[in-house]
């Protein structure tokens, strides 16, 4: 059972463009993060919300934390061919440990230049 | 700076064979786990370990066993593959608590 759907599963877009990708659950998290992962590479942070209702920037890229801990987005303003690559939400449950964390099924993003 | 690091990169078996997927740490971090990434599936959980001696099971455990006999080291072993087992793995340790996990570069098996 997947536990974090996100969507869309694939996005193709032009640089410039301004995109959201989201990650939902039926089930409630202590906290949230974000990887990028890129082809060959293992999964990087990009950031960790904890707080219902937050919200992070990271340049371009904004994270919202959902007001009941269920759900995230990601928004990349004006996306750059560097934005490509495989972006994972991944939920940490009450009481679990970090690497227990819930991995979402994951967005692949390509950027054209 | 060399931080989780995976060997091998690339394996191919055949069905029935056993081998060992190494994974090595120079963070000092207590938790380690294994993870397997398939298309549209994400990251699932396999084994993972809170400290040296602790070991215990994810979300897809079968067919995989490890163990943890130093902070440094957390080896996954594949007792007789299984075509079922063809997929990227990733080792990833944390410094703990809901820290951020560090993965290695992943090693690619494929099961014939």
């Known amino acids: 059972t997947q536990l974090l759907e996100q969507s869309p599963q694939f996005l193709s877009i032009q640089e410039g463009e301004n995109l959201t990708v989201y990650c939902n659950s039926s089930?409630?998290?202590?906290?949230l993060q974000w990887y990028r992962q890129e082809p060959g590479e293992g999964p990087v942070l990009l950031v960790t919300v904890v707080t219902g209702g937050e919200v992070k920037k990271l340049k371009r890229l904004t994270f919202q934390f959902g007001d009941a801990r269920k759900d995230s987005s990601l928004h990349i303003t004006a996306a750059q061919p560097g934005d490509t690559g495989l972006y994972l939400c991944a939920g940490a449950r009450y009481g679990g440990a970090t690497n227990k964390l819930i991995f979402g099924t994951g967005t692949l993003l390509a950027v054209q230049p | 700076n060399a931080g989780v690091t995976q060997t091998p990169k690339f394996q191919v078996l055949k069905t029935g064979q056993s081998m060992t997927l190494q994974c090595a740490q120079d963070?000092?971090?207590?938790?380690m786990s294994w993870y397997r990434q398939d298309p549209g599936m994400g990251l699932r959980l396999i084994h993972y370990s809170v400290g040296a001696g602790i070991t215990d099971q994810g979300e897809v455990p079968n067919g995989y066993n490890v163990s943890r006999s130093t902070t440094e080291d957390f080896p996954l072993r594949l007792l007789s593959a299984a075509p079922s087992q063809t997929s990227v793995y990733f080792c990833a340790s944390s410094p703990g608590g809901r820290e951020k996990l560090f993965f290695g570069s992943g090693t690619q098996l494929s099961v014939l």
């Open positions: 963070m000092n971090h207590e938790y």
């Open positions: 089930s409630v998290f202590s906290s």
